[in-house]
């Protein structure tokens, strides 16, 4: 297990004027006390809901969520070409207008932030030991990223 730590910051994020619909990372979030994270809306904004001795905190889920697609994003593209090669293949198809929707689909990673994370691919991240680890003010303190295997002979 790979442990990103933070705080992690995005450069030349902003916030984004269509306010987050949903905790995009809900069941995925963790306290420093390894506890889940509940999730609940205030004012029609989705939070998470941190336990600290009894008193439920109360933290806007997006800046949270923003900065892990970030770091996501990052990753992603760090090996830009080797994930594009993949996905192409994957797809079974490797024109120039399946390779543009993908690099389309990095820059619109932040829609996830309104539409969510399908259920199916947040219990997959849970399973394979994706967390996110925050501390009472809802600040980063690490996220927990499950290792790849290394191809051999590297």
Excluded: W
């Excluded at 889920?61 to 996501?72: A, I, T």
């Excluded at 593209?77 to 389309?104: P, Q, R």
């Amino acid at each position: 297990m790979r442990r990103c730590p933070f705080p992690y910051e995005m450069q030349g994020e902003t916030m984004s004027t269509t306010p987050a619909t949903r905790a995009l990372f809900e069941g995925l979030i963790y306290d420093e006390s390894d506890r889940p994270v509940g999730v609940t809306t205030v004012g029609g904004l989705p939070c998470y809901v941190v336990d600290d001795n009894g008193f439920l905190l109360h933290v806007p889920s997006e800046p949270v969520d923003r900065q892990v697609l970030g770091m996501f994003r990052d990753q992603f593209l760090e090996h830009l070409e080797i994930a594009t090669e993949a996905m192409l293949k994957m797809l079974g198809s490797d024109d120039l207008f399946t390779k543009a929707a993908i690099d389309a689909s990095v820059d619109q990673m932040d829609r996830a932030l309104s539409t969510g994370l399908p259920e199916d691919a947040r219990m997959t991240l849970g399973l394979l030991g994706f967390r996110v680890i925050i501390n009472t003010h809802g600040e980063l303190v690490r996220v927990d990223v499950p290792e790849q295997a290394e191809p051999d002979g590297e």
